[in-house]
């Protein structure tokens, strides 16, 4: 039988908690338990396992992204709507950790099809329109945003940007700058590159 209170949204929301506090590699169902105060066996009526828990978040941190982004894009077009993409997953990486490193975590093709993931490249695309980007070369510009985006976050979280100047803030500044340019001046795919 379920313990009273215990639901499957409220062990999501506590596993995400976890996972700020102590890194997603803690988000176990043992330590999960020990948070809420039950044995590990009382998740069970919940979850299936430590993978399905695991999952539950990052669908979580995915769909908070999503949201997150989507307002911080809406009425805003251009180099505008570029800067508010960005910094929605800098600023959602930097005050949640955990459930960003989380929103990594590499799902089944049906579970990410059903997710907030998809969402994602939506919002990348409509920043895109923007810049006139079509087709393949609008594929090509979303992940180059995911690279350089996640890439940032990833290198700025782990300290890679602490030990020089300028701040990391004014070199994300520039990043975005230079994105901006690229964007604008995107590519000729017929002419080769040497």
Known sequence: MARAGLTTQRLTLEAADLADEAGFAAVTPAALARRVGVRP???YSHLRD???LR???ALLALEEMADRVGAAVA???GKDALVAFGG???DYAREHPGRYDAARLRLDPATAAASAGPRHAELARAVLRGYDLTGE???H???LLGSVFHGYTSLEAAGGFGHSSPDSGTTWRRTL???DVLLRRWPDPTQETP
């Open 177 to 179: 700058d230079a994105l």
């Open 75 to 77: 009425g805003r077009a």
């Open 141 to 143: 510009a979303v992940r």
């Open 88 to 90: 929605a997953y800098r």
């Open 41 to 43: 066996a009382s998740l």
């Open 55 to 57: 999952t539950r978040v």
């Open 50 to 52: 430590a993978d399905d």
């Open 137 to 139: 070369d609008q594929t």
